[in-house]
């Protein structure tokens, strides 16, 4: 069942209890308490109207707990100040209502007061704070996967620009070669078109270079040559075998050697004491498997938000190829790329 579901489920049940404890008498006082807690069911698609709709239970009834999830459940969809200032107002007022009949000294009023206030504000104060958090990891998640995309950009901008030259080179050769005036025209039509889009090319990756770092220079990337080494600096117990088809890209070679380095530091940090193998295959695709055993030391519970999966995850796609994983049946992981080789 989905957790959200269970969590849910888990609040409306504690709600109910905490009604039946106030032991509601009246027709009326049932009627608020059952309506608070059955509206519950609703917080997260409306929780302002859900709110409204448990404060009678806690004036009349005392039913503190339906209130406070759906304060809770406002602050997290809700920012707007005057918005939950209002929450607030309203459930301070809820719960100091006579209805609630407080039998306290006019001394400790205060103390009530203060704890009344402190009831209303401390769920918005935790749903606000929810809030933040989950928009942080998300505005962290999406920096992630600029920076791929931009670095992607980057990489396929040797590429393009490479066969894009080539093309251009070829038809001047071909425009000046000639004797037929219509293929002249158009392989002159075809020389332009290229040199267009070299430097349209050109101008993005200057404003990626610009707006994704301070740097105007690319680091020296990885090709096939470095898998070796990449393999036996894993710094776990780590085999190679097969290659891949010789000619092949620098996209393709950069590909292979980020997904490896990836699942190598997958195996790392969340399989300690287990060995890895890497196999490199290709007929049709180039196939990249690797697999580790499972763990024979306790896994640490390490951070992880799968950036790297993602990002692997895009790389393989703008070459038309594909990223899965999953665990196997002797309970270790298997990570594979599959790229076409004929594009």
């Not at 290229?194 to 990626?208: A, C, G, I, K, Y």
């Not at 024979?296 to 703008?318: K, N, V, Y």
Request: glycine fraction near 6%; hydrophobic fraction near 50%.
């Amino acid at each position: 069942m989905n957790r959200a579901l269970l969590v849910n489920a888990a609040l409306i049940v504690v709600a109910a209890v905490e009604s039946g404890l106030n032991q509601p008498r009246d027709p009326l006082s049932v009627c608020v308490a059952v309506l608070a807690v059955v509206a519950l069911v609703f917080r997260r698609r409306w929780p302002v109207v859900v709110f409204l709709a448990t404060l009678p239970a806690l004036a009349i009834v005392g039913g503190l707990l339906a209130t406070v999830f759906a304060l809770y459940s406002v602050a997290v969809r809700h920012s707007d100040r005057v918005l939950l200032t209002g929450c607030a107002v309203l459930g301070t007022a809820g719960y100091l209502f006579p209805g609630m009949d407080l039998e306290v000294e006019h001394a400790d009023m205060l103390l009530v007061g203060i704890y009344a206030v402190m009831t209303a504000v401390a769920p918005i104060f935790f749903g606000r704070l929810v809030w933040a958090r989950e928009y942080e990891r998300e505005l962290h998640a999406q920096a992630v996967l600029a920076r791929e995309r931009n670095q992607l950009a980057r990489e396929m901008h040797d590429v393009v620009s490479h066969k894009v030259s080539l093309i251009a080179v070829q038809a001047g050769a071909l425009s000046v070669s000639t004797a037929d005036p219509d293929a002249r025209a158009a392989a002159e039509n075809v020389r332009r078109l290229s040199v267009d889009t070299l430097d349209e090319l050109r101008h993005m990756v200057n404003l990626l270079r610009a707006s994704g770092s301070s740097t105007t220079e690319l680091a020296p990337q990885p090709t096939l040559s470095d898998v070796d080494g990449l393999v036996a600096g894993s710094g776990i117990e780590a085999t190679l075998t097969g290659s891949a088809p010789a000619g092949i890209d620098s996209a393709f070679q950069r590909t292979i050697y980020r997904t490896i380095q990836e699942a190598l530091t997958n195996v790392r940090k969340h399989a300690p004491g287990s060995t890895a193998h890497v196999e490199i295959a290709h007929d049709t695709h180039l196939t990249v498997t690797v697999t580790n055993t499972a763990p024979t030391r306790p896994t640490l519970a390490l951070p992880s938000a799968r950036h790297g999966l993602l990002g692997l995850q895009e790389r393989a796609a703008l070459l038309g190829g594909v990223i899965t994983s999953g665990p196997t049946s002797t309970g270790g992981f298997r990570l594979q790329l599959r790229l076409p080789l004929s594009r």
